[in-house]
């Protein structure tokens, strides 16, 4: 049971809120890779739990990842960010759960320039942070205390929304937050069957049924937001 309730909903970005479906399709292509093939490894990179830019040594060993961003000029990705590049669900949520008076975050291992191209997209949140920003990426627990400290609320009072179980709900739950597994993206299904999934506070299929789950988490605490 939850013993206060959540004021601050945070949330992951890529493959919670942005769908990385093309950007990781154009690195198969650049490649020369088919992306069935490509999206393949990917899949068993994240079953055997590496790192998932081991998929680029897993297809072509040797390959250097920081000359080819560089070469293709993929490290400024987030410019050409779309709308077709949200997840349907995810501006429609962020528009409930504002109206049910929750507070908004976005945190993610992304460079500074996401952010931006987020608010293009017009996506606003109260807090609005990056792990290139902070200087620490998930799933370091300095990620989530420098969180904690942007919201300015007890970390019990953040609920935090993530695709991963690795990367979002194991460290925000040791953090003291309330951790939100969404089951979407590869990172999502392969990870669902983690023991460790249930460890989370909440499990969702799709951001329209987080504001609901929420309220409910909150009545069964005795509070509401």
């Known amino acids: 049971m939850i013993a206060v309730p959540v004021r601050f909903v945070a949330f992951d970005i890529g493959e919670t809120l942005v769908d990385e479906t093309r950007v990781w399709g154009d690195w198969a292509d650049w490649m020369g890779i088919p992306r069935l093939t490509f999206f393949g490894a990917l899949g068993a ?21 920081r000359a080819a961003a560089k070469a293709r000029g993929a490290s400024d990705r987030w410019s050409w960010l779309e709308g077709e590049d949200l997840y349907p669900d995810a501006l429609p949520c962020l528009g409930e759960l504002r109206s049910r008076g929750y507070r908004l975050a ?10 931006a191209a987020l608010r293009r997209l017009g996506i606003e949140a109260d807090v609005m942070a990056s792990s290139e920003a902070w200087g620490v990426a998930k799933p370091a627990p300095e990620f989530f205390a420098q969180l904690v400290e942007a919201c300015g609320v007890p970390a019990a009072e953040i609920a935090y929304v993530g695709d991963r179980i690795d990367n979002d709900v194991l460290p925000a ?12 993206g590869p990172w999502g299904m392969v990870q669902a069957n983690w023991p460790e999934a249930a460890t989370a506070d909440l499990r969702i299929e799709n951001l329209g049924e987080l504001p609901e789950a929420l309220s409910r988490l909150s009545r069964a605490g005795g509070g509401a937001p």
């Open 173 to 184: 739950k040791a953090a003291g937050m309330v951790a939100v597994f969404l089951r979407r």
């Open 106 to 115: 976005l945190a993610g291992n992304q460079i500074r320039g996401a952010l």
């Open 45 to 65: 990179v994240i079953a055997d739990r590496r790192h998932h830019l081991d998929v680029f040594q897993l297809l072509r060993p040797g390959f250097d990842i």
